[in-house]
């Protein structure tokens, strides 16, 4: 069933379900049940704005914590009760992968987002990606998704991560120093909120691309206002030891 979105909420003191819907008790029961499943999630977010509100506070936050349950305690062990950019766009950004349209993020590249059956974010592997300097930031990156035989773009890799408290961050700081420019019209795709260059901030190191697998002068990525990371890369082609390896 398709659900219409609705901009003005229906739960208003004319409104007859107000006297009769499911509470939030149950609703969390419920979903509790449903393995707290994101299309459903959605769906719930689509009736109107006290169920969308439900869902930004209550249901994405729990989807976020049973995904990836270590990753979010760390990501909340600084004392603060929810994380940057809001639940709903962690638990996004766990699940889907941006993609990219020609003329957007990422200029030559035509390959639309898609959800993601399961991605590994790894802390260690997003060390790789911060200058020494900065190594002492917290930032969770995924393994790349893999889209192969782009043309003359070869086997494109797309990655994305998050900062814990970006805003504290030594990444966000050495940004703003340097007064990295922003990019003039694309914003995240998880958050909406503004982007900064990493390539043109000269801060990506040389060991992104190792961690990869992929060419060194071919790896770009941008941190958004509240610390989600995106990227692209072009990946090195499999040696016919790692083909045969994997056969």
């Not at 869902?55 to 989807?63: G, H, N, P, S, Y």
């Not at 638990?91 to 590994?120: A, E, Q």
């Not at 610390?227 to 499999?238: M, S, W």
Request: charged content about 20%; proline content about 4%; hydrophobic content about 40%.
């Amino acid at each position: 069933m398709i659900l219409t979105k609705q901009f003005r909420c229906i739960h208003s003191a004319s409104c007859v379900c107000t006297k009769g819907h499911l509470t939030e008790e149950v609703l969390f029961l419920v979903f509790n049940h449903l393995n707290w499943n994101p299309k459903l999630i959605v769906a719930l977010s689509c009736v109107c704005k006290w169920f969308d509100d439900l869902a930004k506070r209550v249901l994405w936050k729990e989807f976020c914590r049973t995904r990836a349950p270590k990753m979010m305690l760390d990501l909340q062990s600084s004392g603060s009760h929810s994380v940057d950019g809001n639940w709903r766009a962690l638990g996004k950004l766990l699940i889907y992968c941006s993609g990219c349209n020609k003329n957007g993020l990422f200029n030559n590249i035509n390959i639309p987002g898609h959800f993601v059956y399961r991605t590994r974010f790894s802390r260690t592997s997003g060390k790789s990606f911060l200058l020494p300097q900065c190594r002492t930031d917290v930032l969770y990156v995924s393994d790349p998704c893999e889209h192969l035989d782009q043309g003359d773009e070869g086997d494109v890799g797309f990655f994305r991560g998050i900062f814990k408290s970006f805003a504290m961050s030594k990444v966000r700081k050495m940004l703003i120093s340097r007064s990295a420019p922003m990019h003039p019209t694309e914003v995240c795709p998880y958050c909406k909120a503004r982007l900064w260059n990493m390539l043109a901030a000269k801060m990506i190191p040389s060991s992104a691309s190792c961690r990869l697998g992929a060419y060194e002068d071919c790896i770009e990525y941008y941190v958004c206002l509240n610390g989600h990371v995106l990227g692209i890369c072009t990946l090195l082609p499999l040696s016919d030891t790692d083909e045969a390896s994997e056969e």
